[in-house]
């Protein structure tokens, strides 16, 4: 096969001094920062230092014999980031350790913000917690809402690195931080290890749409490099192409390193979309190597089918089957994961070769 082209063309983003100038002090509107202005010029100055040289990575380290190249100069949180991960996998392994579930809550509403009420998925989160310490499990709420009503919490949009090669994408994600580009916080550093350490998953999400809330989305997206993504980025020296690309036409094993957790998921709207958004959460869950935990353990519904949303907290209220529903899909959920870690339940196709990698 002929060696592939680098494909180039897109405007330029880079900026000017000026305009970085303006954007930086955007940050900085409150008047009350007015008397830090000498210290904020020169704050700019090392920012735009920053940005002009494109140091994404300002504190690094040799990366050291467990690499594939132990002098290159590999980012200190990413080390942390991947070592994190790895502490996680290690307790997952233990099978001395609680059975953890990791539940979801995806939507973005929150009593801390501007629509001042809580949402009814966080309320079907609690109650599936509560199921789930109740049958001896380790049950945490990850909620994807703090991205809207807590300050720093951020996650940022995954740049497709897999589609120009798959070992470009690594495992955790290095595309952040990027400090010279100010995208620092990425909370999927603090995500992935929750995910690596769960023997389950539940996702409770409403329909945003026809589709899931750009919170849920977000979290997906970043989560590419859980599936064939590269644990050694001195492998490809950084964010090198072509050598990402020469080692995918090598011939590339996509390591699944989510695969064999076990997957609820519960999914809401109003009017319409939940089927749609439900096939979509069970393809993209399925297609990782997790494991469907059960019938039961997917559930789909409205909540107050076309009624006034200022009283859809009260329909969910009188909905006494749909949170049946959700509990039974936990305890499926629950059940599945102490099957899969006695091993009383092996998926039939867990021992079949794929023979069309992605």
């Known amino acids: 096969m002929q060696k592939p082209e680098i494909r180039k063309g897109m405007p330029d983003t880079q900026i000017g001094k000026k305009e970085f100038g303006r954007r930086f002090r955007a940050h900085f509107y409150d008047p009350a920062f007015e008397k830090a202005e000498p210290e904020l010029e020169k704050i700019i100055d090392i920012a735009w230092d920053a940005y002009d040289n494109a140091r994404k990575a300002p504190r690094t380290r040799k990366a050291g014999p467990d690499y594939a190249d132990p002098d290159y100069d590999l980012s200190i949180e990413w080390i942390a980031a991947s070592k994190a991960i790895a502490e996680a996998q290690a307790r997952h392994d233990d099978a001395a350790a609680a059975a953890r579930i990791l539940i979801v809550n995806a939507s973005p509403r929150s009593e801390h913000t501007c629509p001042g009420e809580m949402s009814k998925t966080y309320r079907l989160a609690e109650l599936a917690q509560k199921v789930a310490t109740q049958a001896g499990v380790e049950a945490e709420i990850l909620d994807l809402s703090r991205l809207t009503a807590e300050y720093g919490k951020v996650i940022y949009p995954c740049k497709a690195c897999v589609s120009t090669a798959m070992p470009l994408c690594h495992w955790p994600c290095s595309c952040y931080p990027n400090h010279s580009l100010n995208q620092t916080s990425d909370w999927m550093n603090e995500i992935y290890p929750k995910w690596v350490a769960a023997h389950g998953v539940m996702i409770i999400t409403p329909v945003h749409w ?117 509990r039974n899909a936990v305890r499926t959920l629950v059940e599945a994961v102490k099957q899969l870690r006695g091993g009383d339940w092996k998926p039939a196709d867990s021992g079949l070769r794929e023979p069309r990698s992605k």
């Not at 964010?239 to 997957?263: D, F, N, Q, T, V």
């Not at 039961?296 to 049946?324: I, R």
């Open 210 to 326: 026809y589709q899931a809330p750009s919170a849920l989305k977000l979290m997906i997206d970043r989560l590419v490099c859980a599936d064939g993504g590269n644990p050694d980025p001195t492998s490809t020296h950084g964010k090198k192409p072509e050598e990402a690309k020469a080692l995918e036409l090598a011939g590339w094993p996509y390591p699944r390193h989510l695969a064999g957790r076990a997957y609820a998921i519960v999914v809401h709207g109003d009017t319409e979309g939940a089927g749609s958004l439900t096939h979509a959460l069970t393809g993209w869950l399925s297609s990782m190597g997790l494991v469907a935990a059960g019938n039961k353990a997917v559930a789909e519904s409205y909540v107050g089918y076309y009624e006034p949303y200022a009283t859809s907290h009260e329909s969910l209220d009188h909905d006494p089957d749909f949170k049946e529903e959700v």
